[in-house]
């Protein structure tokens, strides 16, 4: 008996001995344990958040966008960038920047012989349509300083007048993080919506800037045109009267009837009354460009001088991918779609419930909150009976979910019809570049061939009734076949000239690189 007592106490002895050992390294495992640095959104060391850090991300935020603001209207004034429409040649653009203002520099321009690129330039610096898009834009850049001016009453509201509070009555302090939260967020979106904002009314500045860029050339192809045939007609004119004195001349021999001398004379003065018509047809192109470049009424405009080269032109393929890329009318599409994006996720955030109860969040209100004499605790100490019984923390939410729903519905009708535009851009982009594929064509076959037979019936006619060969009907036929070959060699260069300029506005972006003929 006393030897199982012995033994008893031995073994207690080995045991608590054995269970203070492990005591003492569970205690020192307890002390010295770390948690994995997974579980931590911030480094161990980093002090938590306080008022003053969440003050200073609300005013990095305003002036990331006052910031935003200043690099937009810098972009206003640039007109030389990658993404412009027609970005103009550096030193005709210094040369004519004091016609901007000045109509008499822009006078002084146009009343003499002048390139395509002057009636180009002075669109971009003068079109009353193009200053009233960049209005547009200035007035969609004042809404970045719109968009804290809000919060910042109500932050300035809240600093003048909560220290005042009395504490009894309804009015309380209406400060801390419940009343800022999330404003640093929503003011970010806010930001975004303006700044789509912007972005569709710079597209529509560039797409004002292409519109006048292409009347520019086409009035200007216009007059070239009517110069061309006014040219052609006179020589024309010049051409019958040598024809009408041979006539005579064989008349008077008895060489030949009186017939051809009329129908020789008829000839002459249809092409007179003709000269008064396309006089009168070229004053109104310059009318059209005094329109365009907003000149006064009396402004003379000289021969406009136009490059004949024709232009490189990507193939059909890399337009298609240029115009759905950065036509201008898709662009402000994609700007509104992303607008309503922002907006959307705006709303969501202010109105769909939380992902917390907001337990813990500070009310900084100036009555007491600590101690003996606290009016109510600093932060929730228990949730809301809704919380707990399956209700939304938010009770009305729902309320405003209708709202989001059509919001969504709205964007996805936004994003069919970007489609469609997208769609609509490809077909006219083939149907343009179809237009001057055909144009080039047959400037080609007028100026390589046809207007050179034509001069060389005309010669051997001429010669040919000269010496009775040829018959009177021949060689009005051959003036009339000259007559139409040249004109229609200026009529397929104006509309080649032209035909490009509506596919560069289709596509959205000039093709300023010509090789030389």
Same mark, same amino acid.
């Given at each position: 008996?006393?030897?199982?007592?012995?033994?008893?106490?031995?073994?207690?002895?080995?045991?608590?001995?054995?269970?203070?050992?492990?005591?003492?390294?569970?205690?020192?495992?307890?002390?010295?344990?770390?948690?994995?640095?997974?579980?931590?959104?911030?480094?161990?060391?980093?002090?938590?958040?306080?008022?003053?850090?969440?003050?200073?991300?609300?005013?990095?935020?305003?002036?990331?966008?006052?910031?935003?603001?200043?690099?937009?209207?810098?972009?206003?004034?640039?007109?030389?960038?990658?993404?412009?429409?027609?970005?103009?040649?550096?030193? &005709?653009? %210094?040369? =004519? *920047?004091? /016609?901007?203002? !000045? @109509?008499?520099? $822009?006078?002084?321009?146009?009343?003499?012989?002048?390139?395509?690129?002057?009636?180009?330039?002075?669109?971009?610096?003068?079109?009353?349509?193009?200053?009233?898009?960049?209005?547009?834009?200035?007035?969609?850049?004042?809404?970045?300083?719109?968009?804290?001016?809000?919060?910042?009453?109500?932050?300035?509201?809240?600093?003048?007048?909560?220290?005042?509070?009395?504490?009894?009555?309804?009015?309380?302090?209406?400060?801390?993080?419940?009343?800022?939260?999330?404003?640093?967020?929503?003011?970010?979106?806010?930001?975004?919506?303006?700044?789509?904002?912007?972005?569709? &009314?710079? %597209?529509? =500045? *560039?797409? /004002?800037?292409? !519109? @006048?860029?292409? $009347?520019?050339?086409?009035?200007?192809?216009?007059?070239?045109?009517?110069?061309?045939?006014?040219?052609?007609?006179?020589?024309?004119?010049?051409?019958?009267?040598?024809?009408?004195?041979?006539?005579?001349?064989?008349?008077?021999?008895?060489?030949?009837?009186?017939?051809?001398?009329?129908?020789?004379?008829?000839?002459?003065?249809?092409?007179?009354?003709?000269?008064?018509?396309?006089?009168?047809?070229?004053?109104?192109?310059?009318?059209?460009?005094?329109?365009?470049?907003?000149?006064?009424?009396?402004?003379?405009?000289?021969?406009?001088?136009?490059?004949?080269?024709?232009?490189?032109?990507?193939?059909?393929?890399?337009?298609?991918?240029?115009?759905?890329?950065?036509?201008?009318?898709?662009?402000?599409?994609?700007?509104?779609?992303?607008?309503?994006?922002?907006?959307?996720?705006?709303?969501?955030?202010?109105?769909?419930?939380?992902?917390?109860?907001?337990?813990?969040?500070?009310?900084?209100?100036?009555?007491?909150?600590?101690?003996?004499?606290?009016?109510?605790?600093?932060?929730?100490?228990?949730?809301?009976?809704?919380?707990?019984?399956?209700?939304?923390?938010?009770?009305?939410?729902?309320?405003?979910?209708?709202?989001?729903?059509?919001?969504?519905?709205?964007?996805?009708?936004?994003?069919?019809?970007?489609?469609?535009?997208?769609?609509?851009?490809?077909?006219?982009?083939?149907?343009?570049?179809?237009?001057?594929?055909?144009?080039?064509?047959?400037?080609?076959?007028?100026?390589?061939?046809?207007?050179?037979?034509?001069?060389?019936?005309?010669?051997?006619?001429?010669?040919?009734?000269?010496?009775?060969?040829?018959?009177?009907?021949?060689?009005?036929?051959?003036?009339?076949?000259?007559?139409?070959?040249?004109?229609?060699?200026?009529?397929?260069?104006?509309?080649?000239?032209?035909?490009?300029?509506?596919?560069?506005?289709?596509?959205?972006?000039?093709?300023?690189?010509?090789?030389?003929?």
């Amino acid at each position: 008996m006393k030897r199982g007592l012995v033994w008893l106490v031995v073994l207690m002895g080995l045991g608590t001995a054995h269970a203070r050992g492990d005591y003492r390294d569970l205690r020192t495992a307890f002390e010295q344990y770390q948690p994995p640095s997974y579980l931590f959104h911030r480094p161990v060391d980093t002090p938590s958040e306080t008022p003053a850090d969440k003050n200073h991300a609300f005013e990095a935020e305003k002036q990331r966008l006052l910031d935003l603001q200043a690099r937009w209207q810098e972009a206003l004034r640039d007109l030389s960038a990658s993404t412009a429409f027609y970005p103009p040649d550096p030193q &005709a653009l %210094e040369d =004519l *920047e004091s /016609a901007q203002t !000045d @109509a008499a520099a $822009a006078q002084a321009a146009v009343s003499q012989p002048f390139p395509q690129d002057v009636p180009e330039v002075l669109a971009l610096l003068r079109s009353p349509a193009i200053k009233a898009a960049e209005h547009r834009v200035r007035a969609a850049l004042e809404k970045y300083s719109q968009v804290s001016a809000v919060d910042d009453i109500l932050r300035r509201y809240t600093a003048f007048t909560e220290g005042g509070m009395t504490g009894v009555g309804t009015m309380r302090g209406q400060g801390g993080g419940r009343g800022q939260f999330p404003f640093p967020g929503v003011l970010a979106l806010k930001g975004q919506v303006v700044t789509q904002d912007v972005k569709a &009314a710079r %597209e529509q =500045l *560039e797409a /004002a800037r292409r !519109d @006048a860029v292409t $009347a520019a050339r086409k009035t200007h192809w216009r007059q070239w045109f009517l110069h061309q045939v006014l040219s052609i007609t006179e020589r024309t004119i010049g051409l019958l009267r040598e024809l009408e004195q041979v006539s005579i001349t064989r008349y008077e021999a008895g060489r030949t009837s009186f017939q051809d001398v009329i129908k020789v004379q008829v000839q002459g003065e249809l092409l007179d009354e003709r000269l008064v018509t396309l006089r009168e047809q070229l004053r109104n192109a310059h009318v059209e460009i005094r329109k365009i470049l907003h000149l006064p009424p009396d402004t003379p405009i000289g021969l406009p001088q136009v490059n004949l080269a024709e232009a490189d032109i990507p193939d059909l393929p890399s337009l298609y991918d240029m115009a759905v890329a950065g036509r201008q009318e898709l662009s402000v599409l994609r700007a509104r779609i992303g607008k309503m994006d922002a907006t959307i996720e705006m709303a969501e955030t202010m109105l769909l419930p939380a992902f917390h109860l907001g337990l813990s969040i500070y009310k900084d209100q100036a009555i007491r909150q600590v101690g003996t004499q606290a009016g109510q605790p600093t932060f929730a100490t228990r949730a809301d009976a809704s919380a707990g019984t399956g209700r939304p923390h938010k009770p009305w939410s729902g309320f405003a979910d209708a709202y989001l729903r059509e919001m969504r519905q709205k964007r996805q009708a936004m994003q069919e019809e970007l489609n469609r535009l997208e769609d609509a851009t490809v077909a006219l982009v083939r149907n343009k570049w179809f237009v001057l594929d055909r144009a080039k064509r047959e400037k080609r076959l007028y100026q390589n061939t046809l207007v050179q037979l034509s001069e060389a019936a005309l010669e051997v006619s001429t010669s040919g009734y000269e010496s009775d060969r040829v018959p009177f009907a021949d060689v009005i036929a051959s003036y009339t076949l000259w007559l139409d070959a040249n004109l229609a060699l200026a009529d397929k260069r104006s509309a080649y000239g032209t035909s490009l300029a509506e596919l560069e506005q289709a596509v959205g972006q000039s093709f300023t690189q010509r090789r030389e003929e």
